[in-house]
């Protein structure tokens, strides 16, 4: 159930926390190592993890999945990435994307950029 309270990005957010949940008590051992594979992804290293969730936003504008790009849209906004940071990240992501890639940073991510700088309760 969505609240009402909340914004159309924290909306998307909430239902992949979700379906998550929802997975990992059917799949505890693969959500479980999921977990542990991303963290230690994005954990801090040669590449700190503002460029790491960079990376991810364009990989995900690329790869089409809209609810990776709002995932780590946040994830680039929690690490203090700018706007003008993000959408350059968008940039490279259309230069090898295209127009498909394009759109989507034009639309989606902007769109919860913008939401997340106006979170709703």
Do not use: R
Not at 12 to 41: I, N, R, T, W
Not at 54 to 82: F, N, P, R, W
Not at 86 to 106: H, M, N, R, W, Y
């Amino acid at each position: 159930m969505q609240e009402q309270n909340m914004n159309w990005t924290k909306n998307y957010l909430h239902d992949y926390k979700e379906g998550m949940g929802q997975f990992s008590e059917h799949m505890p051992e693969v959500a479980h190592q999921f977990s542990q594979f991303s963290e230690a992804c994005f954990k801090e290293g040669e590449l700190s993890k503002k460029n790491k969730q960079l990376m991810a936003l364009g990989i995900s504008i690329v790869a089409q999945d809209e609810y990776c790009m709002i995932y780590h849209t946040k994830g680039c906004v929690d690490q203090g990435a700018t706007e003008k940071e993000i959408l350059e990240a968008c940039g490279v992501a259309a230069a090898f994307g295209g127009g498909a890639a394009l759109s989507q940073a034009v639309t989606l991510v902007q769109h919860a950029y913008k939401d997340l700088q106006n979170p709703v309760n």
